[in-house]
């Protein structure tokens, strides 16, 4: 059986290289999301800031990092987490002196080893270093991976499905509960981004012709289309889950 061991991105800079390219490859057709404004003004800097949070799982034979997480510190008294979601995470991240607890905005492992059950393995591991760095909680805006099948249904009515033996329909929130997570809400904005048609024209390959909701590949939701200002706005629910 292979063995994995944990690292960081703060262990060396080929570590760091590794993680990002495993990253961007994981989000390539989800590269949308990377010009939500929280993404572009401060995503960067924080896992650079706090890059001993950034962990990652390393092959023990080949050496290869198979998996990375991305996971940013803030403050928060406990009140009931927001509608925005990850954008609002990594906004107060990033104006956070004294963070108490953290949040984890994303877990990425390369297509070819999937299902392996790394992905599970790098959430214990983020829940062990961040209990030893003395954060006292921690919370993730969970992107529920098969809502992209079902993007005309409601984030609210799509938390509520159930397999036959009462998990969660979604495998990913399925992990998440299996790793001790809690499902605690929805949260409808949690990635926003609003930029005009040309932007979207570009990345999708073709033109909008009529206003809107559109359905595009990968997205958990409609984009809402507006011809006569000339933008499109996506907005992406996600759902929050915490962690003991």
């Not at 510190?73 to 991240?93: K, Y």
């Not at 994303?106 to 209990?131: C, N």
Request: proline residues 5%.
């Amino acid at each position: 059986m292979p063995s994995f061991s944990v690292r960081s991105r703060a262990d060396s800079a080929e570590i760091r290289k590794a993680a990002q390219a495993i990253e961007q490859a994981a989000w390539a057709r989800l590269g949308f999301l990377n010009f939500t404004r929280s993404h572009y003004d401060h995503y960067a800097a924080l896992l650079d800031r706090y890059s001993h949070l950034q962990l990652c799982l390393v092959d023990d034979d080949s050496g290869y990092v198979v998996a990375a997480s991305s996971c940013v510190p803030f403050d928060w008294d406990g009140s009931p987490l927001p509608e925005e979601g990850w954008d609002w995470a990594v906004e107060r991240a990033s104006r956070s002196t004294n963070p108490n607890a953290a949040c984890m905005l994303a877990i990425s492992v390369p297509e070819v080893y999937r299902s392996r059950g790394l992905a599970r393995r790098l959430i214990h591991a983020v829940r062990q270093r961040v209990e030893e760095a003395g954060l006292t909680a921690l919370v993730a805006p969970v992107r529920p991976s098969m809502k992209s099948r079902h993007p005309d249904v409601s984030i609210d009515d799509y938390t509520g499905w159930r397999d036959d033996g009462g998990r969660h329909y979604d495998s990913w929130m399925r992990s998440h509960e299996s790793c001790g997570g809690q499902l605690i809400g929805a949260c409808h904005r949690s990635m926003v981004v609003d930029e005009p048609l040309g932007f979207w024209e570009a990345f999708l390959g073709h033109r909008f012709d009529r206003n809107g909701a559109h359905i595009i590949p990968g997205a958990l939701a409609p984009i809402e289309v507006d011809l006569e200002k000339g933008r499109a706005r996506y907005e992406e629910p996600n759902v929050w889950f915490r962690y003991a």
